[in-house]
């Protein structure tokens, strides 16, 4: 009897389509085990015999023997292609990749993507809504990279200080005591005076320290040279008196990204909110929260979400819901691996390889860029349902195959693709701004000493820039609008 997967309240589930009375069939037994597992242990469990079955499954979908015949076109092309009645299995798996919860950017003039400002009626709803979870627990660790090596150029160095001290004006010296900032220099840290003058700051803005020693919730720590920052998160991580809980979350970021960006509309609307300044939540940390009390299953949150090599979160700004101590040290022990590790070979293991793992652990995996909330281990067999059609079905040029094309065509299967991956190309490189859109936005390393970042991120970048630290500081683009660092 064939099978296939189905949407049921937003949960994916297996199931058996029914076109006749059960037999308790081979494809029956695994199906009821699964679900043994399922309520009977963990996700955990569940999730690993899944995997262990999902090629079996992946066949069952595709080429179900039982009710379809599948022919040979040649000698000469000996692909195996589906005849034009498409299988009821195949209807139903297409349907389900169609049902994947997630939502489409728009798209602007110019192939641009438009996407909505995080909305502070809903996200302050969205907190509402979660409060007796909350229970007045909730609390975010921050851990922040900086480094200077001494060997890159003084516009580069000048754009890191520029970037920290961003940081430490709109997240961190207002900020309540449920945040704990943790900051690992691994370089050269520049003496107070000579930071100040760098950034070309107003004078009402110095103080005696780069990091405000005023801040019980601040800690400072040096930390040896590595090829990535995800070796630096991970060493800490593993070290760190962090909780763990529903309410708990980590945020990792370096010395390339700026931010936080809100909008005063977004701003004054959460100081409004009595729940609000109660709980201990920064105000700009609320986009963040609302898309974790949106999906309970979502562990995982960044400002952009790639699809190069497979989906991932772009790992210059990473907030984690910390859901249990096994699963820190999980993550922890992922991102120490990364130590030994060539740059290529940690962003492969480490970037790439932290949304994998999570994603395999039955977790969920959003964004900002594009406005996801619920990418999940289906979505990836949904892509590789899509690469099966392609070399499969599409390949039966003289086989009836107008109603399989136009229904593949029509249908969510390249939505990895046409939605998430915009092509396959890395979102920093076209991400054109709102910066508050993002929250935190790359704007540093190479993708800016290449010159890679959009000249209208660019320019809405330093007009926030500007705003907090006074028309005077230093920028990284010329009078032409070129990159200079």
Known sequence: ???????????????????????????????????????????????????????????????????????????ENPKQCLPASMPKPLQSSIKFCQDLIWVEPKLCSGGAVCLPQPDADEDIQ???????????????????????????????????RVNLEIFLQEAVINAPSSVEFHFTNTGYLPQADEYFKSLGTSEGLHRDQIFPTDKHNLHLRS???????????????????????PANFVLFLNDGVRGPFVTELYKEKAYNEPSINNSGVPRWFLPFLAKFNNNQDLTMVGPTLSTEITA???????????????????????????????????????????????????????????????????????????????????ACAKMEENEVSSKLSTYSLDVQSRILAFGGANPTFFFEGPASSVV??????????????????????????????????????????????
């Open 312 to 394: 991932h979160v772009q790992s210059y700004a990473i907030s984690l819901r910390l859901v249990s101590p096994t699963f820190l040290m999980s993550i922890a022990q992922h991102l120490v691996d990364t130590c030994n590790m060539t740059k290529l070979e940690a962003i492969q293991e480490g970037e790439i390889g932290l949304s994998v793992s999570i994603l395999k652990r039955g977790f969920s995996i959003g964004s900002f860029f594009p406005n996801t909330n619920n990418i999940s281990v289906w979505h990836e067999m949904c892509r590789s349902m899509k690469s099966w059609a392609k070399s499969h079905i599409l």
């Open 126 to 160: 969205s907190f509402k809504n979660n409060r007796n979870q909350m229970k007045n627990e909730f609390r975010l660790f921050v851990h922040y990279v900086y480094h200077e090596s001494g060997s890159e150029s003084l516009a580069e160095k000048q754009n890191k």
């Open 440 to 485: 935190f936005a790359k704007y540093g390393g190479e993708v800016l000493r290449e010159n890679l970042i959009p000249v209208e991120l660019h320019r809405d970048v330093l007009a926030f820039t500007r705003k907090v630290l006074g028309n005077h500081t230093w920028e990284p683009l010329s009078n032409a609008g070129r990159n200079t660092v």
């Open 223 to 245: 930390g040896e040279p590595s090829s990535t920052d995800l070796c630096q998160h991970g060493r800490w991580l593993s070290t760190a008196n962090v909780t763990t809980g």
């Open 1 to 75: 009897m064939p099978w296939s997967l189905v949407s049921f309240t937003g949960q994916a589930r297996m199931t058996r389509i029914a076109e006749s009375p059960p037999k308790r069939t081979l494809k029956a037994y695994i199906r009821s085990t699964f679900l043994f597992l399922l309520k009977r242990t963990n996700i955990m469990l569940a999730m690993l015999v899944l995997n262990s079955l999902s090629s079996f499954v992946a066949i069952s979908f595709f080429h179900n023997l039982n009710h379809t015949q599948v022919k040979q076109v040649s000698r």
